[in-house]
């Protein structure tokens, strides 16, 4: 019922699906237990458990999720008392994101050998888009003149995605290339049908291979070195903001670390 009530409020089929593996996990842990008779100690065991394995980062996606799931529950009558209103988050370590360096980024171009993969690497760099965002892209999205896309977001939110006159080149190149009515904006090679999110994953670390960068490269790495990117070349945290699609700057501000010359560039300016 609560996975129900989360589609009926326009929550994604991706969120939905990690919804219900946390369900899974949980009731895996507290075994066949009627969720009136669920007390604070069954959730702290099963988080402590996890935290023997996880990163506090994944412990904390699962509390939030109880919280969320109990918080439901007890809202809709079907417990008198939450027992995860308790519950507080771990302290998590702050990590700067990975970035590519401008050189990796060229190594990672000069390693492209189809009109796929530059059309890949240059869209998910242009428009720092989301994987999920770009394995969701149709041909019909693009508007050519404006260099200009629509996509779904996070929590169902649309914004409008930009990319640059490189980026225009080579998915006009690819899509001049194939033969296929499919109308996924990126397709499989044979029996074309819309690339998955894994098969995307494997592109980009084929090319990487191909470049011989040493840097785990990935899509969400592209999506950090846009946002680095637009920051180093001045671009206000506020318009970054817009332009990833994040509901709070705070995200923003993790993603967005200035390079080393650049806050040489900024201190010599303002001391």
Known sequence: MYLKDKQLLGYSKYTLKAY?????????????????????????????????????SSVNHRQ??????????????????????????????????RVLSEENLEMLREGCESAREHALVEIFF?????????????????????????????????????????AMIWLKKYLNSRKDNDMALFVTE???HRLSKERIREIIKEIAKK?????????????????THLLNNGAPLEVIQEFLGHSKI??????????????????????
């Open 64 to 97: 939030r999720f109880i919280r969320s799931l109990f918080s439901w529950a007890h809202s809709e009558g079907f417990i008198t008392k939450n027992p995860a209103h308790k519950l507080r988050e771990m302290k998590e370590p702050q990590r700067i994101p």
């Open 20 to 56: 219900k593996i946390q369900v899974n996990l949980l009731i895996r842990s507290i075994g066949d237990k009627n969720i009136e008779n669920i007390e604070l100690t069954d959730l702290k065991e099963y988080l402590f458990e996890a935290s023997q394995y996880l990163k506090p």
């Open 190 to 192: 044979r029996a074309p």
């Open 126 to 166: 242009a428009s720092g888009c989301r994987l999920s965002e770009v394995t969701s892209l149709n041909k019909d999205c693009i508007n050519w003149e404006r260099r200009t896309f629509i996509v779904n977001g996070k929590g169902s939110k649309e914004r409008e995605c930009y990319f640059t006159v490189r």
């Open 250 to 271: 705070e995200t923003t501000r993790i993603y967005c670390q200035l390079s080393g010359e650049r806050r040489r560039e900024l201190y010599r300016k303002y001391m």
């Open 211 to 227: 470049s011989n960068i040493d840097t785990n490269v990935y899509p969400h790495i592209l999506r950090g070195s846009y946002a």
